[in-house]
């Protein structure tokens, strides 16, 4: 189990890493055993995080992401809006300050039911 554990991380460490040294604007940490995003993750991606507009998650076990995931990233442009729409246990995600595209803002509402909060096209996250 141990070892199981110490490859996931070490996974997890590997894309980070190729993510910052690639000057890449995609995180993919796809199949990684994810249960929570990493808080060591956002120190890492520090100095690249307004880069990246696109992160994959798909096939992990997260429960939740944070609203310090939402601040982080928000330069985030696309939403799988199908594979959050097959989510039944999600309620609510707060999308706001991300420059979603247009598709994403008109195709989302009909189709999912939770809440999908999100900013008025072109407003921008107050300053930190």
Known sequence: MLKKMGEAVARVARKVNETVESGSDTLDLAECKLVSFPIGIYKV???VTDQIHLITLANNELKSLTSKFMTTFCQLRDVPVEKLAA?????????????????????APPLIKFDMLMSPEGARAPPP
């Open 45 to 47: 991606l520090r100095n």
């Open 87 to 107: 989510m039944p246990a999600l309620r609510s995600i707060n999308l706001r300050f991300n420059p979603l595209n247009a598709e994403v803002r008109v195709i």
